[in-house]
Each structure stands twice: as C-alpha cells, then as structure tokens.
C-alpha cells in the first residue's frame, strides 16, 4: 500500500507561481514512476506530468510544456509540480498519483495505482 498526500495548492493571479508537493508513504519502493493529473470541473481528469524514481525521466501534457516543471526527491519519496504563468485554464483540483509498473505511455490514467486525495488550484484575472 502507498498513500500519497498532496499540498500547496491554493489562489493565484493569472500569471503568477505555486508549487505543489506530494509526499508518498508506504510501500514507496514499489512504485516506478509518479505524475500529477488534474481535473476541472465538468470535465474529465487530464495528465499533467510524470516523472520516473530511477533517472528522472520527464513527460509533460502540451498544453503545461514550458511552464511546468515536475521534479523529485528520491530520498524523501517527494515529488513536486512547479507551476509558472498559471492561465484562466488551469484551474483544478490537482492529484498526485503513483505507478507500480513502468508503461509506454505515462499519460494514462489506468496506469497508476495510486492516488492522493488532491489540492484545489484557483486561478483569477
């Protein structure tokens, strides 16, 4: 078992910072790579960025490439999602989710296995 929490997540301008933290707990050795999705209201959860333990290997959604950046501390089994000029779109609640396998693609969502319980990000002009 993992439990993943996640933090940071708060109100912004359009155009401002905030950086979010996930913090796993648990079973940690079993997981090979973490991502951070996302979901707005009405509409579905999207991927945002992953990023495996071993080498920190990044994948980014196209709509966040340039503006965000996911990194980790292995030894303290953190991950992170810098978030730079946030837009009107990002707004969301964003989960931290954890991978027991490695998969080609690491933007789906039935690849993780575990899920934090997310933070709200509120974005306004």
């Known amino acids: 078992q993992v439990q993943l929490v996640e933090s940071g997540g708060g109100l912004v301008q359009a155009g401002g910072s905030l950086r979010l933290s996930c913090v796993a707990s648990?079973?940690?050795?079993?997981?090979?790579?973490m991502g951070w999705f996302r979901q707005a209201p009405g509409k579905e959860r999207e991927f945002v960025a992953a990023?495996?333990?071993?080498?920190?290997?990044?994948y980014y959604a196209d709509s966040v490439k340039g503006r965000f950046t996911i990194s980790r501390d292995n030894a303290k089994r953190m991950v992170y999602l810098q978030m730079l000029r946030l837009q009107p779109e990002d707004p969301a609640v964003y989960y931290c989710?954890?991978?027991?396998?490695?998969?080609?693609?690491?933007?789906?969502?039935?690849?993780?296995?575990?899920w934090g319980q997310g933070t709200q990000v509120t974005v306004s002009s």
């Open positions: 989710a954890a991978s027991r396998a490695p998969v080609r693609t690491t933007s789906a969502i039935y690849a993780y296995d575990y």
């Open positions: 648990g079973r940690t050795y079993s997981t090979y790579a």
């Open positions: 990023i495996r333990w071993s080498g920190g290997t990044t």
